[in-house]
């Protein structure tokens, strides 16, 4: 640390952060080459079948290995990312503007609406998420698009929950009833006061919601009722290992890695936003 | 200094008899690689049967002195000392699993807050029996026996009862006192008291003042920390000042409450508020300039009828009347749950009654829906105890006072200059505007919501506790600037405190509630010198009597 007090605050307080944070920006980094250009760093072309490689281990020639069509694991991964974090990022806000509408109804609508709406996301907060969007998923069938809302869906009633704590937090308040006291008007107090206050936290929420939102997915895809094949969404690329389970268990456990480092990326950026927004007021 | 002769000798050998020496004590903590130093140079003995009283306003590092005697002070912080002499034994190399044998056995530590110390899932007597535990004291039986004991002692009735139940059970002062009791456990014979009175209720404050001097009695030595003179002035033999973690001024209690020599010490005796005080400035700096017209206003500016609120069946508010003139101020008076901050927020409209009517500026106010009274509101403004929690926390000051003068159809440039002239009048300077409330001082943030207050022109200021959570030398700025303004504006003001100096010396009519009820009315002179009702009486008789005319020689 002796060295680092040589420094400049800025520069300082810049290599003071964690290293985690660090490899998780650099991960989020490769995801959005993925996203935007995959080719850039696919080392095969992910629908080229090969039946002559198929099951191989991980090699230098293939680093995740082939799966049973001898297609190569690493690309196929690395061409599921945009599936993979359109589903993510998309139900996160499906699922984050379902929690805002319907927390802020809870928590602001007059007594008789308030309390329906409120029952509302508590019947649907019993069901388990994943319940939820299976029904959705059976009534609109399986895609991509499917995904996103049945998995925002599906996440919506705990946020909505948590937004609806908030809000009564903000409006129980001092600085509300100070605001009412000089007479502003209750939208003014909403507008100003409640809603600005009661959403802040869903910022660090948000990046926390994206990695969740890639499990989800996945666990319908694993199901079947995610993105069809051969399309290579991570989950169905889980779904498609399943068969080989016993003899070829990297075409699990790689894709399970995958998204696991997702969402620990997402959950190591989701909290360092939380800190620093929480160090900001003290 | 001067020090009570010893009383006896230990064992004939030629020691001093006091039980804790403190010379040149210094505490600083490392926060962020840098050093701060927050008490610097703090010496004095302890003796048998003597209470030494540190003095002093927050940041002045008496809690830190009082943390750091029983090895309290946390893992950064450096403790330092030419002598510190618990019981003969040099304090100084004490390991952490000293200081816990130390701590219980040889020192009582009664912390401010009964209601945080005691854990809220265990009955008391648990509690208690835990300090006779750790330090393997009896078998569970002579633990009991000794819990109830020790509840009798410390004034608590129906030990065997109380003992069973948990905190939530038990009111603020029986709280205090359970908390008392578990410190004096093990009979240590060095008591420290730190800020053991602040949280009470008057009538509460007294019982365990008594509790305290009785211990005293019989033998134990006190440390007192505390901010208020008058509570000092019960117990103390001695009494250190501390301001910025120096001692400013050290001596007898008679010498420093009857010939105070420092400054400081002077300002804070002058700070304390009472009825002799009425009139007359408690701060000894100069109150800010003043540019305010005076509202028109004739007859009564607010007239509350018969109020009536329940919660839940329980009667909070009791046909409450009062009638509050222009320029006028009323004290309402009454400790907690008499219902004096619910009889605030029924004036100001913002919680709906059960009962009775609410007039403002000799119009309709509480019969109007929430919609109509806006065109009212910037007639009847308030400021509360805690004003860090009625600011928006992502607000600036600037921002904080533009948008309490929205109501105002004024120009930018001239709601600028309001907002310069608002800070002036509450002696705050520019640079403030642009800092978050959370940045500023206690006494920085109450001239900012007084400032708020002000900005709509009211006629009525309704200050629920408005002075209560300050240290008094800024609580007498405060109340030096709330006189000064009402003078200068014509501004009446509803005042609500438990305070019962405050409210005498800034009432013109004073109110004494008691569980939703008006006991007694009339100018401060009726309620302090010939009180009727006898709750009045009572809770006259507790206020500790601070009268530094009495310590001169």
């Known amino acids: 640390m002796t060295t680092l007090t040589a420094l400049p605050p800025r520069t300082a307080r810049i290599l003071r952060l964690p290293l985690g944070l660090y490899l998780a920006l650099a991960f989020v980094l490769l995801l959005v080459i993925a996203v935007l250009a995959p080719q850039l760093l696919a080392t095969h072309d992910p629908f080229a079948l090969a039946y002559a490689e198929a099951l191989q281990p991980p090699s230098w020639a293939h680093v995740f290995g082939t799966d049973e069509s001898g297609r190569d694991l690493y690309s196929r991964v690395i061409f599921g990312a945009r599936d993979s974090l359109t589903i993510g990022l998309g139900a996160a806000s499906v699922s984050l503007s379902l929690a805002v509408v319907f927390g802020a109804l809870a928590g602001l609508a007059p007594k008789p609406i308030a309390v329906v709406v409120d029952r509302f996301i508590e ?115 889980l779904d498609a290992g399943r068969a080989y389970i016993t003899q070829a268990g990297w075409l699990i456990v790689i894709p399970g890695l995958v998204i696991v480092a997702v969402a620990l990326a997402a959950t190591t950026i989701g909290r360092h936003l939380q800190n620093t927004l929480e160090k900001g007021e003290k | 200094m001067t020090i009570a002769e010893p009383l006896a000798d230990v064992d004939g050998l030629d020691w001093p008899a006091a039980r804790l020496t403190v010379e040149n004590l210094r505490v600083a903590f490392t926060v962020d690689g840098a050093r701060r130093e927050v008490v610097r140079g703090v010496s004095f003995e302890l003796t048998p049967g003597e209470c030494v009283a540190i003095v002093g306003e927050s940041g002045s590092g008496k809690s830190v002195t009082a943390r750091s005697l029983v090895g309290l002070t946390g893992r950064n912080a450096i403790v330092e000392a030419d002598v510190l002499e618990l019981h003969h034994e040099d304090a100084r190399s004490f390991t952490p699993r000293q200081w816990r044998t130390v701590r219980g056995r040889d020192v009582g530590f009664i912390l401010q807050d009964a209601l945080v110390s005691l854990d809220p899932l265990r009955p008391v007597r648990a509690e208690i029996e835990e300090a006779l535990r750790l330090h393997r004291w009896g078998n569970r039986a002579a633990r009991y026996a000794r819990v109830i004991d020790l509840l009798t002692r410390v004034g608590v ?200 009517t609410v007039r403002l500026l000799d119009q309709d106010w509480s019969v109007l829906p929430e919609r109509r009274r806006r065109r009212l509101r910037p007639s009847i403004s308030v400021v509360y105890q805690d004003p860090l929690s009625s600011f928006d926390p992502r607000w600036n000051v600037e921002r904080i006072l533009l948008d309490a ?59 629920d506790e408005a002075v209560s959570a300050l240290d008094v030398t800024i609580q007498a700025q405060i109340l030096d600037l709330l006189v000064a303004l009402q003078k200068a504006s014509g501004v009446s003001y509803l005042f609500i405190s438990h305070d019962l100096g405050v409210i005498s010396h800034l009432s013109d009519r004073v109110l004494v509630m008691k569980d939703g009820v008006v006991v007694e009315e009339g100018t401060p002179d009726d309620i302090f010198q010939r009180p009727q009702h006898p709750y009045t009486r009572e809770l006259i008789a507790s206020i500790p009597v601070f009268d530094p005319a009495s310590f001169v020689s």
Request: charged content about 15%.
């Open chain 2, 157 to 356: 009735p129906f030990p065997e009862v109380r003992a069973r139940q948990r905190p939530d059970q038990l009111s603020g002062g029986l709280r205090q006192r359970a908390l008392i009791a578990s410190a004096i456990a093990l009979d240590p014979d060095i008591v420290i008291a730190d800020e053991p009175t602040t949280a009470l209720d008057v009538t509460v404050q007294a019982q365990v003042l008594s509790e305290l001097e009785a211990m005293k009695r019989r033998g134990a030595s006190i440390i007192l920390i505390s901010h208020d003179l008058s509570v000092v002035a019960q117990l103390a033999d001695q009494i250190l000042v501390m301001r910025g973690g120096e001692v400013l001024e050290q001596g007898t209690a008679a010498e420093v409450l009857g010939s105070p020599k420092h400054e400081y010490t002077k300002a804070l005796i002058a700070a304390v508020p009472s009825e002799h005080t009425r009139g007359s400035a408690l701060s000894l700096g100069e109150s800010p300039l003043i540019v305010e017209h005076a509202p028109v206003a004739a007859g009564p500016v607010l007239e509350a009828r018969d109020l009536v609120k329940t919660f839940s069946g329980n009667r909070a508010v009791d046909g409450v009347s009062f009638t509050l003139g222009a320029g006028e101020t009323i004290g309402i008076v009454g400790e907690s749950g008499s219902g004096k901050s619910t009889t605030a927020k029924l004036a100001l409209g913002l919680e709906t009654l059960d009962g009775g």
């Open chain 2, 405 to 463: 003068l929205r109501g105002q159809r004024l120009s930018t440039t001239a709601r600028n200059e309001r907002v310069r002239e608002l800070l002036t009048q509450v002696g705050l300077p520019v640079e403030v505007l642009q800092r978050f409330p959370l940045k500023l001082s206690g006494g920085q943030r109450q001239r900012v919501a007084i400032a708020r207050a002000l900005a709509p022109r009211p006629s009525v200021i309704v200050l």
């Open chain 1, 123 to 237: 019947v649907l907060f019993a069901f388990p998420s994943l319940l939820i969007a299976l029904l959705l998923v059976a009534i609109l069938g399986p895609s991509a698009l499917t995904a996103v809302f049945a998995v925002g869906l599906g996440t919506a009633p705990g946020y909505a929950r948590m937004v609806r704590g908030q809000v009564l937090a903000a409006r129980n308040s001092g600085y509300v009833e100070a605001a009412t006291a000089l007479g502003h008007s209750r939208w003014r107090i909403i507008g100003a006061h409640i809603l600005p206050n009661a959403l802040r936290p869903l910022v660090a929420i948000f990046a926390l919601s994206v990695g969740q939102s890639i499990v989800w997915a996945s666990s319908l895809s694993f199901l079947g009722f995610g993105v069809a094949p051969p399309a290579s969404e991570w989950g169905a690329l």
